[in-house]
């Protein structure tokens, strides 16, 4: 079971270990033991002292087989026979601290962008108009180069994504850093809009824009859900947030509650057979977010993969003074599969796994 990765590309089936480690590049050492009778300390007491496992380069989190005297449970994770490895093949593997450091960086430049946009928010809030050309092209470049971050931090995450084996914790700390960079990316390219627009704007020539957007913070899918059951659990899962964004000068309100719908993905849904939801509607509170703490759907989904979507109609107002109206659209929410009995689970949820692992690609790497 220690090479199931390995054997997913090459059949080692049949080869006999020291033929193993040839292929692999590993000359077999004397200091070695074999590994069909490696001794038990449990079962020989003059057996010397067991071994520390590491584990598997890239794993993070580092957990073994507790065979200390009284351990209960047992944890598993993926650990290799104690091998030494060559020197200059030890260092192209990945290493786990070194991976957590990254991560944590990653982190922390995330939280350093959020701070920045608060700077670049007050100064493009106060910004005169018509707009100087020095304070124009310095706000330009300091937006420019945080997109650029931005988008450079989002490969990296990609990057451990697709090359460490990572706990679910640290998976799930992946996707949210992502969705964070990715609200980061959107505010950034309203407020860039917003900046050039005034730079070149004329009030007589001009055309209005509405420079807000309407985004998804908090979701809990890709999951399957049971029909007429909440979309989330309350005890570990935060309920679907939307919030309305706007550039630094903008100023919007909502006219009505922001609505969900259901985009069938996979299917075109015939009049009648769509999937219908229950307390698709919240207001907006002061904040500009809305919660739905209570989102059900009262039909399924026929197995299919559904996503959600939410709209609203905003005003705002004009660089003239005259207010405008504008209709909203979210981005999709991440799949999900609605469930008409428990027994849909296991193939729903090996759908959206397969959904998230290939998407549109024919393979992927480990």
């Known amino acids: 079971p220690h090479y199931d990765l390995i054997t997913a590309e090459y059949d080692f089936q049949d080869v006999e270990p020291d033929e193993f480690y040839k292929l692999l590049g590993i000359s077999l050492c004397d200091d070695i033991p074999d590994l069909g009778h490696i001794p038990n300390p449990e079962q020989d007491s003059t057996a010397p002292p067991k071994p520390k496992k590491q584990a598997w380069p890239g794993s993070l ?75 124009l092209e310095a706000l330009d470049i300091e937006q420019t180069q945080m997109i650029t971050t931005c988008g450079d931090l989002k490969n990296n995450l990609e990057i451990f994504l697709s090359s460490y084996i990572l706990s679910p914790q640290c998976n799930f700390l992946i996707l949210s850093l992502d969705h964070e960079l990715s609200i980061l990316l959107k505010k950034l390219s309203l407020y860039q809009e917003e900046l050039h627009y005034y730079a070149s704007y004329n009030p007589r020539a001009s055309v209005p824009r509405c420079f807000c957007s309407l985004v998804i913070i908090k979701q809990p899918f890709p999951k399957p859900i049971k029909k007429n059951t909440k979309a989330q659990n309350a005890e570990r899962e935060d309920p679907v947030t939307v919030q309305l964004i706007s550039a630094p000068k903008a100023s919007c309100r909502a006219d009505q509650p922001i609505a969900a719908k259901v985009i069938n993905e996979d299917f075109y849904a015939k009049q009648g057979s769509q999937v219908e939801i229950q307390n698709s509607e919240v207001r907006i509170d002061s904040d500009g977010c809305a919660q739905f703490p209570d989102l059900r759907f009262s039909t399924g989904s026929k197995q299919k993969v559904v996503r959600l979507q939410f709209v609203v109609e905003v005003s705002y107002v004009q660089p003239n003074g005259f207010a405008g109206k504008q209709l909203l659209e979210s981005d999709q929410s991440q799949p999900f599969i609605v469930m008409t009995n428990e027994t849909q689970w296991r193939d729903s949820e090996g759908s959206l796994l397969k959904k998230s692992a290939f998407g549109s690609k024919d393979s992927v790497s480990w």
Request: aromatic share 2%.
């Open 61 to 135: 989190d580092n957990v073994i087989p507790s065979t200390e005297p009284g351990a209960k449970g047992q944890n598993f994770s993926l650990c290799p026979p104690e091998i030494d490895f060559p020197r200059q093949q030890q260092s192209s593997l990945p290493v786990m601290a070194d991976s957590e450091l990254r991560l944590q960086q990653i982190s922390r430049d995330v939280e350093g962008l959020q701070l920045q946009l608060k700077h670049v928010h007050a100064e493009q809030q106060n910004l005169p108009v018509p707009v100087q050309p020095s304070k």
